[in-house]
């Protein structure tokens, strides 16, 4: 800095000197006089007007258009042209990273609110705005306790005690679709505070369903056991005839015999959650399948013909696809757990005389159906959505009579799934029901077809055989 003070210092006092010289020259002892003042003159001129033209150019504010000048004027107009730019190219990455950085916040599935320190909303993403019902741009500016109504937030909010997170009710609750957030509060800053929110509605509905389920379970496995242990305090406490002993044995095993199926059907459905999908190169009889749903549910109808003293046995027709059946790529026994629930349901709930059909449909698309019709009660269409629940009867008396579990038909709706078929329910009440499942073609071998890969197979085998 002092060299390049001496430095203009030098010019200054050379450029003085030389036009005092140049005076002294032509004009004598006036001349020298004349040749500084003149100079300093231009020099105080010079460095006003580019100093004037310097600052005019700053205060435009439009860097873009430096004007003209010279020296070390040229040279600081240019010094600052580069700071101007620097800065600018800071602002604007500094910008594109503000940019980028909200717009990860936009992504993300959780709502994000940040509030002044007066709890106005300074801005929010997406997620909250449709959580909490606002306007991403209108609402800005808004106090959040205007905007969010529901007490149990109001109470969170001015509790001013923000360690855990409080659960309300979203904007587009309502009883039948009830939507439920969890939303906490972190301050930061002076006196600012960072919202989040979550949609819990999913983790709370599944909570709720394992709760009811324990109490489901529980009911259940109570009502035998109780029953059971009257009858064993019976067998303790009184002295009993042979007959009598027999009638209570006989329903004790009754009991016990309901529990050992519950049992089973909870750990068909816990199988069916937690293994692996069947996979297409699995194969399962359709022939095998039918001849088996109907050999059970004839057994059934017996046992319990003779257990109600129905007059008359069921009828049961069994009818396949004229152009013959193949096989389903799927898992053989989970197919006959769902095809033999659908038969036991109908020979259950139909009265005696009653018609059973079981029948299997090649689709022209490729598509195969399996059904199960009955003549029995039907059903009534409020009930038909929720049958595939867990434990929902629709009349629980005679469930519980014919040794039902209320867990049939989830268990079909599982193997449906799996199996990538769709379940429909068609029932007209006091006409009977049809259960149907409806197998994509993807997974159907048809006779045709298997009847080739046999052939081909056999040929293979030939083929193969050592000459004699
Ligand atoms: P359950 O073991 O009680 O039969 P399911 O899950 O198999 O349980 O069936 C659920 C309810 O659907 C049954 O309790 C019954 O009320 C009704 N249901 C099922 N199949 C039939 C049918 N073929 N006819 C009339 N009602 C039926």
């Not at 009858?231 to 004790?252: G, I, K, P, W």
């Not at 195969?368 to 929720?386: K, N, T």
Request: net charge neutral; with cysteine; charged share 20%.
């Amino acid at each position: 800095m002092i060299a390049f003070m001496l430095w203009r210092f030098l010019l200054f006092t050379g450029a003085i000197g030389l036009a005092g010289l140049a005076g002294w020259l032509t004009l004598g002892q006036a001349g020298l006089l004349m040749g500084v003042f003149l100079a300093s003159l231009a020099w105080f001129v010079g460095d006003t007007y580019w100093s004037t033209r310097l600052r005019n150019w700053l205060k435009r504010n439009d860097q873009s258009n430096p004007p003209a000048m010279l020296g070390l004027w040229a040279e600081l107009g240019y010094l600052m042209r580069r700071q101007f730019k620097l800065h600018e190219k800071r602002v604007s990455e500094s910008q594109t990273r503000l940019q980028e950085f909200l717009a990860a916040i936009q992504a993300s599935p959780n709502g994000v609110v940040l509030l002044d320190a007066q709890g106005r909303i300074e801005w929010c993403n997406q997620t909250a705005a449709i959580q909490f019902g606002f306007d991403a741009q209108r609402d800005l500016l808004q106090l959040i306790g205007n905007l969010v109504r529901d007490p149990a937030f109001l109470a969170y909010y001015t509790a001013n005690n923000y360690s855990q997170e409080a659960v309300i009710q979203g904007r587009d609750s309502t009883p039948a679709r009830p939507v439920k957030l969890a939303v906490h509060l972190h301050p930061y800053g002076e006196g600012r505070r960072l919202l989040l929110s979550r949609d819990v509605t999913a983790v709370q509905q599944a909570e709720a369903m394992r709760r009811d389920f324990v109490a489901n379970v529980s009911h259940e496995i109570r009502t035998p056991l109780t029953v059971l242990t009257g009858f064993v305090e019976t067998l303790q406490n009184l002295s009993l005839n042979e007959d009598e002993r027999h009638r209570y044995l006989a329903l004790m095993a009754q009991q016990a015999g309901r529990m050992q199926t519950l049992v089973n059907d909870l750990l068909t459905l816990s199988k069916l959650e937690g293994s692996p999908l069947p996979g297409l190169n699995d194969r399962a009889s359709v022939q095998a399948l039918l001849t088996q749903c109907e050999q059970d549910g004839r057994a059934l109808s017996e046992l319990l013909t003779q257990g109600q003293n129905k007059k008359q046995q069921l009828k049961f027709e069994v009818i396949a696809s004229d152009d013959g059946v193949g096989d389903l790529a799927g898992n053989y026994n989970e197919l006959l757990s769902a095809m033999g629930n659908l038969v036991s349901n109908a020979v259950r709930y139909t009265p005696s005389g009653g018609l059973i059909e079981i029948k299997w449909k090649n689709l022209p698309d490729g598509r195969a159906e399996f059904s199960v019709s009955d003549s029995g009660p039907g059903i009534a269409p409020e009930h038909i959505s929720r049958l595939t629940e867990r434990f929902y009867r629709v009349d629980h008396s005679r469930s519980r009579e014919t040794g039902g579990t209320g867990l049939g038909l989830a268990i079909v709706k599982h193997v449906a799934q799996r199996h990538g078929a769709e379940l429909v329910i068609d029932s007209t009440l006091g006409k009977g029901s049809k259960f149907l499942m409806t197998f994509p073609a993807v997974r159907m071998i048809h006779l045709r077809e298997l009847q080739v890969r046999n052939l081909q197979e056999s040929i293979f085998r030939s083929d193969r055989l050592p000459v004699p």
